[in-house]
């Protein structure tokens, strides 16, 4: 094969278009090589001209080409940037002074409500001014204004690693995030990706090994993965889930397959086979089914207004591959996510059933046709005693769990191992009402979601024959 | 070393008069040493800060780029063995410091090379401008921009290759003509 030009070997180092050999080959040329040298900084320089000039790069670009002239003119932009650094530097100084950082204030936690702390090596006690460290909060609400101006609220469980008055890095859980113009460029980053404020309110969960979700309440923010040198402009309503390379292969099924687990149990997620997952809303008269959205949402409530918002959910697994009437145990995973419709502050600890839906002709519910009539052994008060039978009941305190919720009961093994179709079709309720009706919405991930773990069936079958 | 924050009222002026100054050319030397956007941004704040808590040792009328190129070089290197996000070998630091010695050597024409590309940017054909906004201003990968334009990512590397080229030589015959004030 014909040995690339010098030219060619440049970009495709500058694109990353070469093999780790190839790229280690090219590094010690351009060591070696006076002539290469000389040429990769030509054309790596234009290239870091252009990714430095990203913020003012439209703006050249829709200038008029009359002035010809190479004018020595900085753009507004640095000029604002300049600013902005000063207003940063400002905060900062008190971060790094003497190299005190770690001792030095960068926040105050402002807000504790019902709060646990566990493994915090900064202090807990509400007013505490906080240096650089870890806040592991595990159950509960707690606010903390940064001296930047930022305010984060946390929510159970959480583990938030304080950096500096700019900075601070969601180890795993739920924060939102209000950032006023001072502190612009306030950053989050998390396993995955960084998040870095443009002047807005937003959302993130994380989860230790990755799979991260922004959402943004208001303004915008941009959104860059930490390994793969992406930066990404999220504007208002917008939302972002990044799976991470991180996640622990072969432990979270794979959209589409059934996976066998090394200690005997078998993961059936509701993208596996005939399995099926979607939500109804009571107001959707009309509208679009809610069958093939990437999250199901359950919600209840007794205020008068918020009645057309109540929504319940059924997930159906294809359980055909395995020996139902051998089933040991079972359990379904959900895994929460944010729904963006509500706030943790207005719902308490929130209560929800799981119901099985015995009447196996209902297993035939059509995603694309999902509406609130339709809800599979539903009447419009609630699950319908005559096809369904109540299972299993979990909680998902105030502030949300972080991870993912496992739902277990011998009354779900029971039901499980009674089918006869091939399909077991469960119903998802909330229980527990709201002070508000502008409370949250619980959400899980459903088998359309792009990176979260959709509904998933464990089954272990029982040693016995 | 020692690092005395310097009295803000005295100082601030004239060290955000030099940052201003230098800050795109600062900007693109990281971005010169650093592959990944997010780490480059990160290492540009901490050598600000540096550069701002050490400002008592730059002495006046000296060259403040050599000074910065110093202290960015060592963040770089230093962040690259904190974070351990790569493997740090002995070639990448030695790529890293000749690649740096050699944005050194040529500072003068690099800087004038900047300038010149702004108004090459400005000749650029429409279809030409798409690619540059789709990789440099939204940051999109090869590959990404190879969906959106629906073409394969060897005909994109070419293509962003192609343009490149035009904008260096663009930038060459501009330096090559004698300014007029």
């Not at chain 1, 093999?19 to 590094?27: M, R, V």
């Not at chain 1, 806040?135 to 101006?149: D, H, P, R």
């Not at chain 1, 739920?174 to 113009?181: F, I, M, Q, S, Y």
């Not at chain 2, 790529?95 to 740096?100: G, H, L, N, R």
């Amino acid at each position: 094969m014909k040995s690339p030009s010098p030219d060619e070997r440049i970009d495709r180092a500058l694109e990353g278009l070469l093999t780790p050999e190839d790229l280690e080959q090219f590094k010690a040329d351009v060591i070696r090589d006076a002539d290469l040298r000389a040429a990769y900084v030509d054309r790596l320089w234009l290239h870091s001209s252009l990714r430095a000039q990203r913020e003012t790069l439209v703006e050249v670009l829709e200038q008029p080409l009359a002035a010809e002239k190479i004018v020595r003119r900085w753009p507004v932009a640095v000029w604002a940037a300049a600013a902005a650094a000063c207003v940063t530097l400002a905060a900062s100084i008190w971060a790094f002074g003497k190299g005190t950082i770690y001792h030095r204030p960068v926040a105050t936690l402002v807000q504790a409500e019902n709060c646990k702390w566990a493994g915090s090596d900064l202090p807990t006690a509400v007013n505490s001014k906080l240096g650089t460290g870890t806040l592991a909060l595990v159950e509960g609400i707690a606010t903390l204004k940064f001296q930047s101006g930022a305010t984060v609220t946390i929510e159970a469980p959480t583990k938030l690693l304080v950096r500096d008055a700019m900075h601070c890095r969601l180890i795993e859980g739920t924060l939102t995030a209000e950032v006023p113009v001072p502190a612009h460029g306030f950053t989050i980053d998390t396993a995955d990706i960084k998040v870095v404020d443009r002047g807005t309110r937003f959302g993130v969960t994380a989860g230790a090994s990755g799979n991260s979700q922004v959402r943004v309440f208001q303004g915008i923010v941009d959104v860059g993965g930490l390994h793969d040198d992406k930066l990404q402009r999220l504007t208002e309503g917008k939302g972002m889930n990044v799976s991470s390379g991180n996640t622990q292969a072969g432990q979270e099924p794979v959209h589409g397959q059934q996976i066998q687990e090394a200690d005997g149990w078998t993961s059936i997620p509701t993208s596996f086979g005939r399995g099926k997952d979607g939500y109804a809303r009571r107001g959707d008269a009309g509208g679009a089914p809610f069958g093939m959205q990437p999250v199901i949402i359950v919600k209840h409530t007794d205020i008068a207004t918020g009645r057309k918002n109540e929504r319940r959910a059924v997930v159906t697994f294809d359980v055909s591959q395995i020996p139902a009437a051998n089933v040991g145990e079972a359990q379904i995973v959900l895994d929460p996510v944010p729904s963006g419709f509500g706030f943790s502050a207005l719902v308490p600890d929130s209560h929800f059933a799981v119901y099985g839906i015995t009447d196996e002709s209902l297993d035939d519910w059509n995603e694309k046709e999902m509406r609130w009539a339709s809800l599979p052994g539903c009447t419009d008060e609630g699950p319908n005693p005559n096809q369904t039978q109540r299972l299993a009941d979990f909680w998902i305190p105030r502030g949300g769990t972080g991870g993912a919720i496992t739902v277990r009961s011998d009354a779900l093994a029971d039901f499980v191992r009674r089918d006869t179709n091939g399909l077991v079709s469960f119903l998802i309720v909330r229980e527990t009402g709201e002070s508000d009706p502008n409370g949250l919405a619980h959400a899980f991930a459903s088998k359309e979601h792009p990176t979260a773990r959709p509904p998933t069936l464990r089954i272990k079958l029982s040693t016995q024959p | 070393m020692d690092a005395h924050p310097p009295d803000p009222t005295a100082d601030t002026e004239a060290y955000l008069r030099l940052l201003t100054q230098h800050d795109r050319w600062l900007a693109t030397y990281v971005y010169s040493l650093v592959a990944s956007a997010a780490d480059a941004q990160d290492i540009l704040q901490e050598v600000k800060v540096t550069m701002w808590k050490h400002f008592a040792n730059f002495e006046a009328g000296t060259n403040f780029r050599a000074w910065a190129r110093k202290i960015a070089t060592n963040q770089i290197l230093n962040y690259r063995r904190a974070t351990q996000k790569h493997v740090s070998s002995q070639l990448e630091e030695n790529f890293i410091e000749a690649v740096a010695a050699e944005i050194d050597r040529r500072a003068d024409v690099l800087d004038r090379k900047a300038d010149a590309l702004r108004l090459c940017l400005r000749k650029l054909p429409e279809a030409h401008r798409k690619i540059v906004v789709w990789r440099y201003f939204e940051d999109c990968g090869v590959e990404e921009i190879a969906t959106k334009s629906e073409r394969s990512v060897e005909a994109v590397y070419r293509l962003l290759s192609r343009i490149r080229a035009v904008l260096n030589d663009c930038v060459s015959r501009q330096l090559a003509v004698p300014q007029t004030s």
